[in-house]
C-alpha cells in the first residue's frame, strides 16, 4: 500500500493514505482502501489505469469534470461508477448519494443492466407527480444514460435544475454536457387556450387530468374535440324517408306524398304516396290528409263500391258496337279504354272518324304542273310540254341524265323549249359532236406561243412548252446554257470545257487522255512510250512528262552520266539500304541492297552487316510487326507474318477487307485472277478481257457488266459513243486493237451521250 502511494507522486505513504478519502466510496465497508481504483489491482504498487491518469492529470482532486469523463470508455462516466455522478460530494463531506457500483480505469468491469432511473441520485431529472409531472426514461439501460421529460399535459425541460447535464460525449470524453433551461421542472399546459372543443366550451381539469368539452345538442366529446353526433345512425329515424346528416342535426327525404315534420316523414296526400285503391285506369283526388275519391277516365266506366267512388274497379267501354259507324268509310278496331279508325288511302283518322284529305290544298303538282283536281281519297295532276305526271307530281324529263357533255363539261337543262340542252366546257375544251372535246394548243402555234429552240406538248385542257436540251428558260423564251460558265458540266477537273449552242465539249488537257469527262495520267513508263537506259527507272509524274532515275543499286557518273552498278560492291551508296558485298537474295540485303523484311542492317566501315531480328518481340525499322513467338504460319486472318510484315494482299491468306488471295499467283492482267491492287476477283473495268466478256475498256473502277458484254463483234473503228460506222452498233469498247487504250476515249464520249440523252 505505500507503494502506491509513490506511484501517485504524492510524499510517501501519506500521498495513499489520503487516497481513499479524496475518490467518492473510496473505502469499501470495512474501512480499506480501494487501490484498483487508480491502479491495476489492488495491491496499489502497479501502474495507474486510465482512470487513475486521469485522476493524476487533474491534480488527484475529485471534481464535477472527472465525474463527466468515461476513463475507460465502456458507456459510463467516472461519477456512474464510483456512487457520486454529478460530482457532487467533497472529501470531509457527506456520504456519496449512492455506491460504488465499479471501477472506472476498467471497461471490463461495469455496472450490468442498472437503471439509472430507479435511483433518483443518478439522474437529473424532476421528480413524478404533483404539478411537475416530470418524467425518467431508462431505454438507454446499461449504457449510462438517461432522458428527462414531462408528462402529458405538461412541459418544460423536465430536469430538476435550470443548470443540468445532457448525454452528448463519446468514449474517454465527456459523457454529459452542462446545459441550462430556461426553467426548471415540468409547468401544467393550459389546453383551453387553444380552444380544442371546437363548437363546445373548454373547462380546465385537475392538472393531472387534463380538459373537458361541454358540447351543445347534436355534438359529444370523444375525448379530444366535440364531434358531430350522427342521428342517422338510429335506425329507421325518417321511417318511409331517407335520413340525411349534417353538422349537429340531420334532415329527411321523403318520397311523394310525405313530409318531413322535423321528425320523421308523415303522410300529407295519399293519391300522390299511392296508399290508395285507385283503379290504374282512374284518377285519385286527395281527400283530407289521408282519404281520396276514385273516378275512371274517359273510355272507361266505373264498376266498383262507392266507398271512395266507383273508380276503384273501371271496365273498358267498347266503342265500336256501342257507337256503330263511328269510322266512316273506315274500320273500327276497339282498344283498352279508346278506339282507332284504320282509314284507306287519301283519307286521314280526324275528328273520331275517317275524312277525305284534300291532297291539292298542298300544291302537290309542283313547277311543270297547270292544274290539280281533288278526289275522293285521291287527286290528278296536269302538266306541263316537257314534263310528265310521274311519283304524284310533274317532274322535268332530265336530258342532261346521260352526261352528254363528259368529266370536262357541265350539262345545263333549257328551260324553253322544254327537252333541249346546253354544255358549258371548261378551259382547253370545246363543244362539238354533242360534247366536250380537248382542243390541241399544239397545233395552233399561234396559240401555243412556244420558242423556237421548245418543245410543244399537248395535255388535257392545256399545253405545256419546255426547253430543248442545252437550253434554259420557260419555254415561251430560251437562250443557250452555258454548261462550262455555269459548272453543269460533267468535264473531269483536268480538262477544258468548250460551250457551243445548245450543248458543249470536254478535252482533256496535255498530260492526260480519256474522253474529257474521265481523264487519266499519260503513264509514259507503262505505256510503252519512256525511254531509259540500262541500269534507270521510268518515274512517272501526274501530268507531266517523265523521268529516268538510276535504278537502286546503281548511281549516276557525274562524268559520263550513266548509270553505272553499285550495289554488291561493299560500299553502301546514296539510294541504297544496305550493301554487304554480294547481289544474293536471303541473306538480308537482297540483289538490289534493299534491307530485306525481318532483317536489321548497318554499316560502319565497309560492307553492310545484316542479322534477322524478326522474332525477338521488337518492331524493328525494317518490319511492320513482331510477336516474337506468337508470328503466325503465313496462314492466320489478320496475323503478322513470319517476315514481320503485317497481313497484306498477296500474302495467301484472305484478311479482312478481301474477297480473295493467291498469294504469288494473283495477277493485274491473267484472265480471272484475283486483282492485286485489293485482293478483289476480276470486274468489268479492270483492263482484262476475262470469261464472258466480249471487251473490258479498262479505268479501274467497276463498271455496269453490259460496258463489258453488249460489245460490237467486228474489229471496226469506233466512232459517236460506242456507235459503229458501218451500223453494227457498239456498246462502249471495241472487239480488236487496244481495248484499254484508244477506247478510253470513246468510252468517256458515250457516257457523255447517254447523259444527254437521258435530259
Do not use: K
Not at 299511392?274 to 277516365?297: F, H
Not at 458543249?504 to 492526260?512: L, M, Q
Not at 469527262?517 to 509524274?541: L, S
Amino acid at each position: 500500500m505505500a507503494t502506491f502511494g509513490v506511484l501517485l507522486g504524492a510524499s510517501s505513504a501519506s500521498a495513499f493514505s489520503n487516497y481513499p478519502d479524496n475518490v467518492p466510496n473510496g473505502r469499501d465497508s470495512m474501512g480499506n482502501g480501494r487501490c484498483i481504483i487508480c491502479h491495476s489491482s489492488d495491491a496499489g504498487g502497479d501502474a495507474r489505469n486510465a482512470f487513475g491518469l486521469a485522476f493524476a492529470a487533474n491534480g488527484f482532486v475529485w471534481s464535477r469534470n472527472l465525474a463527466e469523463l468515461d476513463s475507460d470508455g465502456d458507456g459510463w462516466t467516472n461519477g456512474q461508477e464510483l456512487g457520486d455522478p454529478f460530482g457532487d460530494w467533497t472529501p470531509g463531506g457527506a456520504a456519496p448519494p449512492s455506491v460504488f457500483r465499479a471501477r472506472p480505469g476498467f471497461s471490463n468491469n461495469e455496472p450490468a443492466d442498472f437503471n439509472l432511473c430507479a435511483v433518483a441520485a443518478y439522474n437529473d431529472c424532476a421528480s413524478a407527480g404533483g404539478t411537475t409531472r416530470g418524467t425518467c426514461s431508462d431505454s438507454f439501460s446499461g449504457s449510462g444514460q438517461w432522458t428527462c421529460g414531462c408528462g402529458t399535459g405538461s412541459s418544460g425541460s423536465g430536469y430538476r435544475r435550470t443548470t443540468s447535464h445532457n448525454w452528448g460525449g463519446g468514449a474517454g470524453t465527456r459523457r454529459y454536457d452542462v446545459v441550462t433551461f430556461p426553467s426548471a421542472g415540468c409547468v401544467d399546459i393550459n389546453e383551453c387556450a387553444l380552444n380544442p372543443c371546437g363548437v363546445g366550451t373548454c373547462s380546465q381539469l385537475n392538472p393531472s387530468a387534463g380538459y373537458t368539452c361541454s358540447c351543445p345538442s347534436g355534438y359529444s366529446f370523444n375525448g379530444i374535440t366535440c364531434v358531430d353526433v350522427n342521428e342517422c345512425a338510429t335506425v329507421g329515424r325518417c321511417g318511409v324517408g331517407t335520413c340525411m346528416n349534417s353538422a349537429g342535426s340531420f334532415t329527411c327525404s321523403c318520397p311523394m306524398g310525405y313530409g318531413f315534420d322535423g321528425a320523421t316523414c308523415v303522410l300529407l296526400n295519399a293519391c300522390l304516396a299511392n296508399t290508395d285503391d285507385c283503379d290504374t285506369n282512374a284518377d285519385c283526388a286527395a281527400v283530407g290528409m289521408s282519404g281520396w275519391n276514385c273516378t275512371c277516365r274517359t273510355g272507361w266506366r266505373g264498376v266498383g263500391s262507392a266507398a271512395n267512388g266507383t273508380g276503384d274497379l273501371c271496365a273498358d267501354v267498347n266503342e265500336c258496337t256501342d257507337m256503330a259507324g263511328i269510322c266512316g268509310v273506315g274500320t273500327c278496331r276497339n282498344s283498352a279504354g279508346s278506339y282507332a279508325c284504320t282509314c284507306p288511302s287519301g283519307y286521314v283518322f280526324a275528328g273520331g272518324t275517317c275524312q277525305d284529305v284534300n291532297e291539292c290544298l298542298a300544291d302537290p303538282c309542283g313547277f311543270g304542273g297547270t292544274a290539280c283536281m281533288n278526289t275522293a281519297g285521291s287527286y290528278t295532276c296536269t302538266c306541263a310540254s316537257g314534263f310528265r305526271f310521274q311519283g304524284g307530281t310533274c317532274v322535268d324529263v332530265d336530258e342532261c341524265a346521260g352526261n352528254p357533255c363528259g368529266a370536262n363539261g357541265t350539262c345545263f337543262q333549257s328551260v324553253a323549249p322544254p327537252g333541249g340542252f346546253t354544255c358549258s366546257c371548261n378551259a382547253g375544251y370545246q363543244f362539238t359532236g354533242g360534247t366536250c372535246r380537248d382542243i390541241d394548243e399544239c397545233a395552233s402555234p399561234e396559240i401555243a406561243l412556244c420558242a423556237t429552240d421548245a418543245s410543244c406538248t399537248n395535255t388535257p385542257g392545256s399545253w405545256v412548252c419546255a426547253c430543248n436540251e442545252g437550253y434554259t428558260g420557260d419555254g415561251y423564251t430560251c437562250l443557250d446554257l452555258d454548261e462550262c460558265a455555269t459548272g453543269m458540266n460533267d468535264c473531269s477537273p483536268v480538262a477544258t470545257c468548250t460551250n457551243a449552242v445548245g450543248s458543249f465539249s470536254c478535252a482533256c488537257t496535255e498530260g492526260y487522255e480519256g474522253s474529257g469527262v474521265t481523264c487519266r495520267d499519260v503513264d509514259e513508263c507503262t505505256n510503252g512510250t519512256a525511254r531509259c537506259e540500262p541500269g534507270e527507272t521510268c518515274v512517272n509524274r501526274i501530268g507531266m512528262p517523265y523521268e529516268c532515275a538510276c535504278a537502286r543499286g546503281f548511281a549516276r557518273d557525274p562524268e559520263s552520266g550513266e548509270c553505272v552498278r553499285t550495289c554488291g560492291d561493299g560500299a553502301r551508296t546514296p539510294g541504297e539500304e544496305c550493301d554487304d558485298d554480294n547481289t544474293e537474295d536471303g541473306d538480308g540485303c537482297d540483289g538490289t541492297c534493299s534491307v530485306e523484311p525481318g532483317f536489321t542492317c548497318w554499316t560502319v566501315d565497309g560492307p553492310s552487316t545484316c542479322l534477322r531480328t524478326c522474332g525477338d518481340g521488337v518492331i524493328h525499322p525494317n518490319e511492320e510487326c513482331d510477336r516474337g513467338e506468337e508470328n503466325n504460319s503465313d496462314t492466320e486472318v489478320d496475323g503478322c507474318r513470319t517476315d514481320c510484315r503485317e497481313a497484306h494482299c498477296g500474302d495467301g491468306v484472305i484478311d479482312s477487307g478481301e474477297v480473295c488471295d493467291d498469294g504469288e499467283s494473283n495477277s493485274a492482267t491473267r484472265p480471272n485472277a484475283c486483282r492485286p491492287e485489293r485482293c478483289e476477283p476480276a470486274f468489268c473495268g479492270d483492263g482484262v478481257r476475262d470469261d464472258g466478256e466480249t471487251c473490258d475498256p479498262g479505268g479501274g473502277a467497276p463498271l455496269d457488266e453490259r460496258m463489258c458484254s453488249e460489245c460490237a463483234s467486228d474489229a471496226g473503228v469506233m466512232v459517236d459513243g460506242g456507235t459503229d460506222e458501218g451500223g453494227g452498233g457498239g456498246c462502249g469498247c471495241a472487239t480488236s486493237g487496244d481495248a484499254s487504250g484508244s477506247f478510253v476515249a470513246i468510252l468517256g464520249a458515250w457516257l457523255v451521250m447517254r447523259r444527254r440523252r437521258r435530259r
